[in-house]
T-cell receptor, first 115, second 114 residues
Framework: EAGVAQSPRYKIIEKRQSVAFWCNPISGHATLYWYQQILGQGPKLLIQ????????DSQLPKDRFSAERLKGVDSTLKIQPAKLEDSAVYLC?????????????FGPGTRLTVL | AQSVTQPDIHITVSEGASLELRCNYSYGATPYLFWYVQSPGQGLQLLLKYFSGDTLVQGIKGFEAEFKRSQSSFNLRKPSVHWSDAAEYFCAVGATGSARQLTFGSGTQLTVLP
């Protein structure tokens, strides 16, 4: 079974530029999550999708971050414009369902550096 | 709201020695508890999880964890560490009921000496 795929793996941009990350979840997984992991911290949930609908985006900085999951499969996370403090690893995860007991499977992440 | 504390930022052990990583949580009801491991350049991999029942949980790679409600702890243990265990370990709590998101601790970096 293929795991969660993410691209690109690394991205370096200057502040105020835009950037987009892509995630393809495990086949058949209805729930998709985007996390932000700042160096030295644990992952923090940004947004959760159930199929193509948003379940929780309470911690997403909506003035600059946006995410979509068209057709309920793959997803993109965009930052526009980027700030220095957005430097982090962006992790995508998926699970079969959205219950708390369901295991979340993580992709390798995209490491973003904002200069 | 739930929270997780991992008091040890960095732990160093010799190969073959036993290991215990500490995790304390804060949550008003019985939590769902997880341990994940993250190797450099890799995503997080689930080691084990606790939902209910037996408080001693067995996981992959020879790891186990014990849920102690009285101490609000869920410490991770391994009797004999291998060099390949060097990685960062994250404890996470998931709320029961309708909530779904995981709250992670800040992680413990494990170094294994030959």
């Amino acid at each position: 079974e293929a795991g969660v795929a993410q691209s690109p793996r690394y991205k370096i941009i200057e502040k105020r530029q835009s950037v987009a990350f892509w995630c393809n979840p495990i086949s058949g997984h209805a729930t998709l999550y985007w996390y932000q992991q700042i160096l030295g911290q644990g992952p923090k949930l940004l947004i959760q999708f159930q199929n193509n609908g948003v379940v929780d985006d309470s911690q997403l900085p909506k003035d600059r971050f946006s995410a979509e999951r068209l057709k309920g499969v793959d997803s993109t996370l965009k930052i526009q414009p980027a700030k220095l403090e957005d430097s982090a690893v962006y992790l995508c995860a998926s699970s079969h369902r959205s219950t708390s007991t369901d295991t979340q499977y993580f992709g390798p992440g995209t490491r973003l550096t904002v200069l | 709201a739930q929270s997780v504390t991992q008091p040890d930022i960095h732990i160093t052990v010799s190969e073959g020695a036993s290991l215990e990583l500490r995790c304390n949580y804060s949550y008003g009801a019985t939590p769902y508890l997880f341990w994940y491991v993250q190797s450099p350049g890799q995503g997080l991999q689930l080691l084990l999880k606790y939902f209910s029942g037996d408080t001693l949980v067995q996981g992959i790679k020879g790891f186990e964890a014990e849920f102690k409600r009285s101490q609000s702890s869920f410490n991770l243990r391994k009797p004999s560490v291998h060099w390949s265990d060097a990685a960062e370990y994250f404890c996470a709590v998931g709320a029961t009921g309708s909530a779904r998101q995981l709250t992670f601790g800040s992680g413990t970096q494990l170094t294994v000496l030959p």
